[in-house]
């Protein structure tokens, strides 16, 4: 019998982390790569957006993510003075990540974590505490390192970024004829 599995993507997270390795997602082979592992219950993708980003160029891939097997969970950014003046901007999507996995983890035997947040590393805890095996994808070879070493420790398996780049690397755009 084939697992059960769910992915939760830090879509930030994720980003930073691929950049780094030098190398660009294909989505639609990921779902296929991780499809291999069990069967996919859901795709979470998480992105956090301004309220000026209705035109941003995220916006073609959150589309697309959502019409071809994610269930993506937007979240609005919040700025706040940082007491010197300057203006910040909040992007945690932790929460939302934390109450999805809590709710279907009783649907699925194996959790597949697209994150290196440490912040992260309490919902790792009482997922498994819940009898789910969690995976933490991320990678140790970038610089610095884009997982938090509790987040690692705390996972059942992790999941080097890297290992996973000939299966999911989305191919090369092909140049137009001159």
Do not use: C
């Not at 997602?25 to 996919?40: H, M, P, T, W």
């Not at 309220?51 to 589309?63: A, N, T, Y």
């Not at 987040?151 to 398996?157: K, T």
């Amino acid at each position: 019998m084939a697992d059960r599995i769910a992915l939760f993507i830090d879509g930030a997270n994720l980003h930073t982390t691929v950049k780094n390795l030098g190398f660009e997602i294909d989505f639609r082979r990921l779902l296929s790569e991780f499809g291999k592992y069990g069967q996919i219950v859901r795709a979470y993708f998480y992105t956090v957006v301004r309220d000026d980003d209705e035109f941003s160029s995220l916006r073609p891939l959150v589309d697309w993510l959502d019409y071809n097997g994610y269930t993506v969970r937007r979240k609005l950014a919040k700025t706040h003075d940082d007491g010197e003046g300057r203006r910040r901007m909040k992007r945690s999507i932790g929460i939302e990540l934390a109450v999805d996995a809590l709710e279907i983890a009783h649907r699925i035997d194996h959790a597949y974590l697209f994150s290196g947040d440490g912040d992260l590393r309490a919902v790792v805890e009482a997922v498994r505490r819940a009898g789910v095996r969690v995976t933490v994808v991320s990678s140790i070879r970038t610089k610095p390192p884009m997982i938090a070493d509790e987040l690692r420790r705390q996972a059942d398996v992790f999941l080097e970024l890297e290992n996973l780049r000939a299966a999911i690397e989305r191919p090369p755009h092909p140049i137009a004829p001159e």
